[in-house]
């Protein structure tokens, strides 16, 4: 899954990047997912899905429910016909998000029956749970409710996704996984990876300018970060 947020797909223009994209998966040994993350602007989900992206996120979840749902449908309808799956949020997830920030005081987990009935009411292929998870970087020790998530994995009609994942534990990702976490985000540590070698190279090469090389680098130390956590999940070889 290649995951663009919103504010990148602002910066390089929905077509230059989706056509970049779609180029490189066309040359992928395994199946690609272009998948716009955290958006909350219809009409950028609808350049997305005309431009190419397999999959998007609608995030209503700041809204009422009744808000959420109406928005959350009116997204699948726009993007069944062209064959673009969709993921919903409920719930309230702590923490900031391409410019989306919640604080401590206003996140507040998902109801396993309100999520069926989210599910159900808006049609969406990908559903992510409020479940104690945090985006960005936790402040302390998360407190996941796993209780929560078996609930809603197994009464769901819809694969569940994880959001929050940078800073858990292996124990928690797979623990997680199995009570039915289909998808995990790990956007921040994946940045991360990406901050910290840049560091590193002109650490070790301080009269370097040459921006091949230094991009060279951190694609393959990013690479090799997300190598890792596809091994942690068990998604490997598994295309």
């Known amino acids: 899954i290649i995951?663009?947020?919103?504010?990148?797909?602002k910066l390089y223009g929905a077509k230059p990047l989706a056509a970049m994209v779609i180029a490189l998966a066309k040359e992928a040994s395994v199946p690609v997912a272009m998948h716009l993350?955290?958006?909350k602007e219809i009409e950028l989900i609808r350049e997305c899905i005309a431009?190419?992206?397999?999959?998007?996120?609608?995030?209503?979840?700041?809204?009422?429910?009744?808000?959420?749902?109406?928005?959350?449908?009116?997204?699948?309808?726009?993007?069944?016909?062209?064959?673009?799956t969709v993921e919903g949020?409920?719930?309230?997830?702590?923490?900031?998000?391409?410019?989306?920030?919640?604080?401590?005081?206003?996140a507040h987990l998902a109801d396993p029956k309100q999520s069926v009935e989210f599910v159900e009411r808006t049609g969406v292929d990908v559903f992510a749970p409020a479940i104690g998870t945090a985006h960005g970087v936790y402040k302390g020790k998360?407190?996941?409710?796993?209780?929560r998530l078996e609930q809603i994995a197994a009464r769901v009609p819809a694969a569940v996704a994880i959001h929050g994942g940078t800073g858990l534990s292996d124990e928690v990702f797979h623990r997680c996984i199995g009570l039915g976490?289909?998808?995990?985000?790990?956007?921040?540590?994946i940045k991360h990876a990406f901050r910290d070698s840049l560091s590193d190279y002109f650490e070790a090469n301080p009269t370097d300018y040459e921006p091949v090389k230094v991009l060279?680098?951190?694609?393959?130390?990013?690479?090799?970060?997300?190598?890792?956590?596809?091994?942690?999940?068990?998604s490997a070889g598994t295309a």
């Open 216 to 234: 060279a680098y951190l694609r393959e130390q990013t690479k090799a970060t997300v190598a890792t956590f596809i091994e942690t999940f068990g």
């Open 181 to 189: 976490g289909a998808k995990v985000n790990v956007s921040t540590q």
């Open 142 to 147: 998360p407190v996941i409710a796993f209780d």
């Open 51 to 84: 431009a190419g992206w397999s999959s998007v996120m609608i995030d209503a979840s700041s809204k009422s429910f009744e808000e959420n749902v109406a928005l959350t449908a009116e997204v699948v309808a726009l993007a069944r016909p062209q064959d673009v």
């Open 37 to 39: 993350d955290h958006c």
């Open 89 to 106: 949020e409920l719930g309230a997830i702590v923490g900031v998000e391409d410019d989306i920030f919640v604080n401590e005081a206003d």
């Open 3 to 9: 995951q663009t947020s919103a504010k990148t797909v």
